[in-house]
């Protein structure tokens, strides 16, 4: 479906550039620094609109069934690494998703 792989698209770009942006705040920390706070501050406000928007419409496709296989598998990979990236969200101070704890459909 159009609309979802649009979806899982910019969740996974979003979780790419955490990713970036987790790994370069802490070499900063490691210098003493305190980071970019202008760069944390303007991801912060882009991701709290793709975990609670994008996410949730996934999330709710997923309920009712929507996702289709690929989508399905898509969804709980990016599930998976945002529970992985659960310690950096909170280190940066940025929002952090409610995700559930098994990736059974539900």
Request: hydrophobic letters at 40%.
């Amino acid at each position: 479906m159009p609309g979802i792989d649009v979806d899982l698209d910019m969740l996974e770009t979003a979780v790419d550039g955490l990713r970036r942006l987790a790994g370069s705040h802490g070499s900063d920390e490691e210098r003493g620094g305190r980071g970019d706070e202008a760069a944390i501050y303007s991801f912060s406000i882009r991701w709290g609109t793709l975990i609670f928007g994008r996410l949730e419409r996934l999330e709710h496709y997923n309920r009712a069934g929507r996702l289709g296989a690929a989508g399905l598998q898509r969804y709980f990979a990016l599930r998976c690494a945002l529970r992985e990236l659960e310690p950096s969200m909170r280190a940066l101070g940025i929002a952090v998703p409610a995700i559930a704890t098994t990736d059974a459909a539900t």
